[in-house]
C-alpha cells in the first residue's frame, strides 16, 4: 500500500504537540530538528516538517496526505480541505483589539478606521458579514506595535493568554474566530491507512478527556456511587478482603473531574487514586 504523507509545523507552537501526537498513537520516528522529512518505522507514514501556512495547500494539492495546522491558517489560505478530527491544542483566538484609550466602543465605530493584521482573507469576511467598512492593513509580524506606530486604529491578532495585547498598551475588543490545531485531509478520500490513524488519533484524543478512578467504599454506599458513575460500560466493582467493603473502578471525564471526586466523597468514597489513561479503544 502506498506510504502515507503527514505535514505537520517544523518548528513553533504547534511542533511539539502534533509530535507527541503522533508517538501516543504508537508511532515511532525521530524527530530530527534537521530534516525535512522522517520515516516512520513501524507504519507505512512520512512526517514532513514544514511552515504551518505552506501545509494546508500541500495538504489539497496531494504532496501530503495529511496535516495538522491551526483553523486560522486553514481559513486564510482558502484552501478546501477536510477536518478530520479538532484535536484541542494550539487554541487561540483572532481577535480585534484597540489601544486601552480608545473612543471605538461599537463595532459600527470601526467603519472607516485602520486594522491592522496578518489576516486580511479572514478579517475582510467578518467585516462583510458584520456590514463594517473598514480599512485592512496587511502587515506580516509585530501587528500589536501598529497603533502605537499611528499605523492602525486597531489590530485584529492571535490571542491566546492577552499578555501581549497588554504590554502593549491594547486590550480585546471583539472575537473574529477561535482556533484550535486541527487533522486535516482531502475531501471524499477513502483510504484504510487514513482511517486506521484517525482511529488512533480518536483514542488518544478519548483517553485524554478522561481518567481512570479507583476507590474503595463501604458495600452499602455502592448503589449512590454507581449512580454518579456513567462509565464507559459500567463500573466494575469488586470486593475487599475487609467484609462489607468493595473496590469500584471506573473512569471520569477530565471535564468534571473535581466535581464528581468531591461528589464521589460525599457519597462514601474513601482512598480514591486517580490514574491517567493511555488509549481509549471502543
Ligand atoms: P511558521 O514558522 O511555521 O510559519 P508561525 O510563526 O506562523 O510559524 P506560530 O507562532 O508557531 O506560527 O503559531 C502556530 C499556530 O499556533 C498559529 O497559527 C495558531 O494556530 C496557534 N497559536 C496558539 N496560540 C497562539 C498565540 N498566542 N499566538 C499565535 N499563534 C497561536
Ligand atoms: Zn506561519
Redesign the pocket.
Known amino acids: 500500500m502506498k506510504t502515507l504523507k503527514i505535514a505537520i ?7 511539539e504537540k502534533s509530535v507527541e501526537l503522533l508517538k501516543n498513537c504508537g508511532l515511532t520516528f525521530e524527530n530530527y530538528k534537521s530534516s525535512l522529512i522522517s520515516t516512520v518505522a513501524n507504519f507505512p507514514l512520512e512526517i514532513l516538517f ?5 501545509i494546508p495547500e500541500y495538504v489539497q494539492d496531494g504532496i501530503a496526505d495529511l496535516g495538522i ?5 486553514i481559513g486564510e489560505t482558502q484552501v478546501d480541505v477536510a477536518y478530520i478530527e479538532r484535536l484541542g491544542f ?3 483566538s483572532l481577535k480585534i483589539a484597540i489601544p486601552i484609550q480608545s473612543d471605538i466602543t461599537t463595532l459600527e465605530d470601526l467603519n472607516g478606521k485602520a486594522i491592522a493584521t496578518s489576516y486580511p482573507i479572514i478579517l475582510k469576511k467578518y467585516l462583510i458579514e458584520k456590514n463594517i467598512n473598514a480599512d485592512i492593513r496587511t502587515i506580516s ?1 509585530s501587528v500589536e506595535i501598529a497603533p502605537g506606530l499611528g499605523l492602525s486604529h486597531a489590530i485584529c ?5 492577552g499578555g ?1 495585547l497588554k504590554s502593549n498598551g491594547l486590550k480585546p475588543f471583539l472575537d473574529v474566530l477561535h ?3 486541527i487533522l486535516i485531509g482531502r475531501k471524499n478520500e477513502e483510504n484504510p491507512l487514513i482511517q486506521e490513524l484517525q482511529q488512533r488519533v480518536q483514542s488518544v484524543l478519548r483517553a485524554k478527556e478522561t481518567k481512570y478512578v479507583v476507590l474503595n467504599c463501604e458495600s452499602k454506599h455502592v448503589e449512590a456511587i454507581k449512580a454518579l458513575l456513567p462509565g464507559i460500560k459500567s463500573p466494575t466493582v469488586v470486593p475487599l478482603l475487609e467484609n462489607e467493603w468493595v473496590a469500584v473502578h471506573t473512569v471520569i471525564s477530565e471535564k468534571d473531574f473535581w466535581k464528581k471526586i468531591n461528589q464521589l466523597k460525599l457519597a462514601g468514597a474513601q482512598g480514591i487514586v486517580v490514574m491517567p489513561i493511555e488509549k481509549i479503544i471502543l
Request: net charge negative; charged share 35%; proline share 0%.
Open positions: 509545523q517544523k518548528s513553533g507552537r504547534l511542533n514544514l511552515r504551518d501556512d505552506d495546522v491551526g483553523e486560522n491558517v494550539g487554541k487561540c509580524g491578532d492571535l490571542v491566546s493568554t501581549t482556533s484550535e490545531a
